[in-house]
């Protein structure tokens, strides 16, 4: 089992000795989360920044997050730790969930992406990203709404932006007008990519799977930074 054995030996090393406490939420409904100093600081470009000087947060061990979420700061300490998303409320593969509860499941991936964009944890966002298309097959139903999500929480030029684009492409025509008018605020730059696109498509692309399925790391942040996805570094593909 080397694949083990490299995910143990890398872990064990992200991990070191040091505790430091994460202090979430606004002023008298915050939650303290205790984590290891180098884990979170050799995976988010903030926490490096925050506790890599000779600051405050740093001498006390210390860093507060007032304007997050301590639910959605909890996925995220959980998925340092065992490289899991646990975001999901529903039951059995298959089975329906009610809407309310789709949508809140919705909202916290988003919410997950735009914490993860904020930590410049690019390992967490392209997670963010195979989490949210697993939940599309689970659902046996596409997010419409996901092009304007991705479009709100990702620079110009990252490369999760085709993913929404591409998936769009594949729609029935029913299911693009069904958006253009479930779009009351269109966002500007998916409607402008997804009308060009739109324009090139051709009847193989049409009938064909998303990339995605044959090719995630396209739509991986590591890809263009030349750095190991995320799947590698936890042992799961080779
Ligand atoms: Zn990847």
């Given at each position: 089992?080397?694949?083990?054995?490299?995910?143990?030996?890398?872990?064990?090393?992200?991990?070191?000795?040091?505790?430091?406490?994460?202090?979430?939420?606004?002023?008298?409904?915050?939650?303290?989360?205790?984590?290891?100093?180098?884990?979170?600081?050799?995976?988010?470009?903030?926490?490096?920044?925050?506790?890599?000087?000779?600051?405050?947060?740093?001498?006390?061990?210390?860093?507060?997050?007032?304007?997050?979420?301590?639910?959605?700061?909890?996925?995220?300490?959980?998925?340092?730790?065992?490289?899991?998303?646990?975001?999901?409320v529903q039951g059995?593969?298959?089975?329906?969930?009610?809407?309310?509860?789709?949508?809140?499941?919705?909202?916290?991936?988003?919410?997950?992406?735009?914490?993860?964009?904020?930590?410049q944890d690019t390992?967490?966002k392209d997670c963010?990203?195979?989490?949210?298309?697993?939940?599309?097959?689970?659902?046996?139903?596409?997010?419409?709404?996901?092009?304007?999500?991705?479009?709100?929480?990702?620079?110009?030029?990252?490369?999760?932006?085709?993913?929404?684009?591409?998936?769009?492409?594949?729609?029935?025509?029913?299911?693009?007008?069904?958006?253009?008018?479930?779009?009351?605020?269109?966002?500007?730059?998916?409607?402008?990519?997804?009308?060009?696109?739109?324009?090139?498509?051709?009847?193989?692309?049409?009938?064909?799977?998303?990339?995605?399925?044959?090719?995630?790391?396209?739509?991986?942040?590591?890809?263009?930074?030349?750095?190991?996805?995320?799947?590698?570094?936890?042992?799961?593909?080779?």
């Open positions: 089992m080397e694949w083990l054995e490299y995910s143990h030996a890398n872990t064990m090393r992200r991990l070191g000795t040091k505790i430091i406490t994460v202090r979430v939420g606004e002023a008298g409904s915050t939650k303290d989360f205790s984590v290891h100093e180098e884990l979170v600081r050799a995976n988010s470009p903030f926490f490096e920044a925050a506790l890599g000087r000779e600051w405050k947060e740093a001498v006390e061990g210390v860093v507060t997050l007032p304007d997050d979420n301590p639910e959605i700061f909890g996925i995220y300490v959980q998925w340092l730790y065992c490289g899991q998303i646990f975001s999901q059995k593969e298959g089975e329906k969930v009610d809407a309310a509860r789709w949508i809140e499941e919705w909202n916290r991936l988003d919410q997950c992406y735009a914490l993860g964009d904020k930590l390992d967490f963010i990203v195979d989490a949210s298309m697993e939940k599309t097959r689970w659902d046996k139903l596409e997010f419409l709404g996901f092009g304007p999500i991705i479009y709100t929480s990702s620079a110009e030029k990252s490369p999760v932006r085709k993913l929404p684009v591409e998936l769009a492409l594949r729609w029935p025509d029913s299911a693009l007008e069904k958006y253009c008018i479930q779009q009351r605020q269109p966002h500007d730059n998916f409607t402008a990519d997804l009308m060009l696109a739109l324009s090139k498509r051709t009847q193989a692309e049409r009938n064909s799977p998303c990339p995605y399925w044959s090719d995630p790391c396209r739509y991986h942040e590591h890809t263009p930074l030349n750095k190991p996805c995320h799947k590698t570094k936890r042992g799961l593909t080779r």
